[in-house]
């Protein structure tokens, strides 16, 4: 392959060609997205200023069609703010109509844009809603929680919600099928104490909703977990002929984790441990497993010694 060789001048000369074409593309550039154009994008509509005492429901799909006015500047960074594409609609007008007209609130909604270029119409042009009597129904909050513990570490009690429900507002058919109501993710890496905050509920979706509060206290305690053994007596169940039966041994040890808040207030009467002489009865077994039918909460069995409890029954 032939490699052409330029002498010092001509090399000059080809790399001021080269930066003469560069800028002469940004300059066509620059020039060219400096003017103004038109172009359409589709926006998500959010509504405010719902009325109070009707419940709505729109006819039609949740985005628009907006014809934008703007520079190729303007229309370049609108393409980097998907998330901003929202038209804010004023709904004050549905007290006394079943619609609104969104091109009579052009100068409103475009003074709520943070950017530049300037929505002209917008397709469709009218909403048109669909009402009905708006109902009141109280429904519990379900924590959304996203918590990794720090080794020995976990929730030690139940979790306190105030206020543990919530009133939601709206039509009857849409509250029909809600049956709770979300809180954001509490996020938390490696816990190793106690969480309490106030936490914002989930954000209405449907224009035609309402939810008081907003957001609710919540408290979720976090404390060090051990391990523990407790000696449980036995309880016989299912002796429904009323037999004399004994149990060997009578107790079991029950070794399990619990938090360290609790560690010294366990005893005995925390717990239940039963042997079911149904087994022995109807399955023939010589002997009897043993379960821990009852313990506080949030602690957990790591094992009973013995497992199997020997039995004599006097005739």
């Known amino acids: 392959m032939a490699i052409i060789k330029l002498s010092v001048i001509e090399r000059r000369r080809l790399s001021a060609f080269i930066t003469c074409v560069v800028f002469a593309i940004f300059a066509w550039l620059f020039t060219t997205l400096s003017n103004p154009y038109k172009f359409t994008i589709k926006q998500v509509v959010v509504f405010k200023n719902a009325p109070q005492k009707r419940a709505f429901h729109p006819l039609q799909s949740d985005t628009v069609s907006t014809i934008v006015q703007g520079t190729g500047w303007q229309l370049l960074f609108a393409k980097f703010n998907e998330d901003k594409k929202v038209v804010s609609v004023d709904l004050h007008t549905l007290d006394t109509k079943n619609y609104v007209v969104l091109n009579a609130q052009l100068k ?20 048109f809603f669909d009402f009905s009597s708006r109902t009141v129904k109280k429904v519990p909050v379900e924590l959304v929680t996203a ?18 429900y919530v009133t939601i507002s709206g039509p009857a058919e ?52 051990t391990e523990k053994t407790i000696e449980v007596p036995v309880k016989l169940i299912n ?14 040890k029950v070794t399990l984790t619990t938090s360290l808040t609790n560690y010294p207030d ?45 039995f004599i029954i006097k005739k």
């Open 108 to 127: 409103q909604i475009n003074a709520q844009k943070d950017f530049d270029h300037e929505i002209i119409s917008v397709s469709p042009d009218t909403l």
């Open 147 to 164: 918590i990794s513990y720090q080794k020995q570490f976990a929730q030690s009690d139940h979790v306190s919600i105030k206020p543990r």
């Open 174 to 225: 849409a509250l029909s099928k809600i049956t709770s109501w979300k809180t954001d993710s509490i996020k938390m890496n490696l816990a190793n104490e106690d969480f309490s905050g106030r936490v914002n509920l989930q954000n209405v979706k449907e224009g035609n909703l309402n939810i008081l509060p907003k957001s609710v206290i919540v408290n979720i305690p976090i404390d060090e977990y």
């Open 239 to 252: 002796n429904t002929n009323y037999d004399i039966v004994k149990v060997f041994p009578q107790k079991v």
């Open 266 to 310: 366990l005893n005995e009467d925390d717990f239940e441990a039963v042997a079911d002489l149904d087994l022995w009865r109807k399955n023939g077994y010589s002997t009897l497993p043993v379960k821990v039918t009852r313990l506080p909460s949030y602690s957990k069995v790591v094992k009973i010694a013995p497992q199997n409890i020997d």
